[in-house]
């Protein structure tokens, strides 16, 4: 089993920036990538960003890059999100997510995924 934990949500102005960490633990060692997702009320899930664990490639959604920076810390089996020039859209809990086969912008690929934190944004 997998636990991960995110943390680092909040509420931010418009403009602002926020950045969003989650530790991974148990039985990390079949890591193959590691992502974010949000959901705002009302709507779906939607991917955000997400690294391969070991080479550490990034993917984004289009519409986050320039924004929204994925990295990756190995050795605390942490993956952080930076949030850059933040929006009132950008409201949503952001989920982590850890998948042992693919990286993938659906969520049906991940394994394990966190217990989600808040991001608010204020305009």
């Known amino acids: 089993q997998v636990q991960l934990v995110e943390s680092g949500g909040g509420l931010v102005q418009a403009g602002g920036s926020l950045r969003l960490s989650c530790a991974a633990s148990?039985?990390?060692?079949?890591?193959?990538?590691m992502g974010w997702f949000r959901q705002a009320p009302g709507k779906e899930r939607e991917f955000v960003a997400a690294?391969?664990?070991?080479?550490?490639?990034?993917y984004y959604a289009d519409s986050l890059k320039g924004r929204f920076t994925i990295s990756r810390d190995n050795a605390k089996n942490t993956v952080n999100l930076q949030m850059r020039s933040l929006r009132p859209e950008d409201t949503a809990v952001y989920y982590c997510?850890?998948?042992?086969?693919?990286?993938?912008?659906?969520?049906?690929?991940?394994?394990?995924w966190g217990q989600g934190t808040q991001v608010t944004v204020s305009s």
């Open positions: 690294i391969s664990w070991s080479a550490g490639n990034t």
């Open positions: 148990g039985r990390t060692f079949r890591t193959y990538a």
């Open positions: 997510a850890l998948s042992s086969s693919s990286w993938s912008y659906t969520s049906g690929w991940y394994d394990y």
